[in-house]
């Protein structure tokens, strides 16, 4: 199906200023741009839905219903056809059901740790803001300024303890996220921002362009985002299976 455990070398430009930025400042004038800071930090749920169009013309649109409440529940529902796939995180446990929408239940299978992991860490960044996740060992640093996308960035790279590390390239003029690049079991997974969408004074991206090793694979266009919603009771839930 669609990857969006996202969904996130570098060529100087110009010199830095006498007085180097820090990753805090960078990403504390990100957030601003976004938003609020009560605002950003009273969101406790999301949704966003959606519409996908890959790049490949052999593979068919999807609709896409991703909602989160913090700490880290997440549910994500793909349409594809018929078919609908959902992945559910809640209380550390995490699994994917496969079903055909008349069907009920249909395959379900646990994730494994490395993906209920990029599952749990993707649930979290929703509510962060680019703010580095400090409790679970992830650190940010600046490591200057490249150009990217047409755009003189920021770039601030954010690691954790043995894993893989994460850019994301901040626009000098306005601030805004350019592009986040992930690796993801030894490939790059790169996700481009595209316009605006203000929700409760919030900005979120109108669009999301996904890119694997550089050559494009989909494009997201975001119909609708719900902040601080009344979720449906039992709606992270992780159906038993029958045994």
């Known amino acids: ?25 960078i990403i504390q004038r990100a957030r601003t ?4 800071e009560p605002a950003l ?24 219903v991703l909602i989160a409440r913090k700490p880290c529940s997440q549910r994500l529902e793909i349409y594809v056809d018929d078919i609908v796939e959902t992945t559910i995180l809640h209380g550390g446990e995490a699994v994917v059901i496969r079903a055909h929408e008349k069907e ?5 299978r646990p994730l494994s740790p490395a993906e209920r992991e990029c599952l749990e860490e993707s649930t979290r960044n929703l509510f962060n803001f680019y703010t580095p996740d400090n ?4 650190n940010a640093s600046y490591a200057g300024i490249a150009k990217h996308r047409g755009q003189i960035c920021d770039v601030i ?33 790169e996700v481009v921002e595209d316009g605006d969408l203000y929700v409760n004074g919030i900005r979120f991206p109108q669009a999301q362009l996904y890119f694997q090793d ?16 009344v979720l449906e009771e039992g709606i992270f839930d992780i159906p038993k299976q029958k045994k």
């Not at 741009?33 to 609020?36: C, I, T």
């Not at 409790?135 to 992830?138: A, D, P, R, S, V």
């Not at 690691?159 to 490939?187: D, N, Q």
């Open 135 to 138: 409790k679970y060992g992830e």
């Open 41 to 64: 930090g009273d969101i406790v749920t999301l949704r966003i839905e959606g519409r996908v169009q890959p790049q490949d013309p052999k593979l068919m649109p999807a609709k896409v």
């Open 214 to 229: 550089k050559q494009p694979l989909h494009r997201m266009e975001v119909d609708k985002v719900l902040v601080n919603s």
């Open 157 to 189: 790279v954010y690691k954790r303890p043995g894993k893989t590390k994460t850019l994301r390239y901040f626009s000098r003029k306005e601030a805004k996220l350019v592009a986040t690049i992930k690796e993801v079991s030894g490939e790059q997974i």
């Open 104 to 108: 009920g239940l249909g395959q379900m």
């Open 33 to 36: 741009m976004v938003g609020p």
């Open 1 to 25: 199906m669609y990857r969006f455990c996202i969904v996130f070398g570098l060529a100087a430009v110009s010199a830095l200023s006498a007085q180097t930025p820090t990753a805090g400042s």
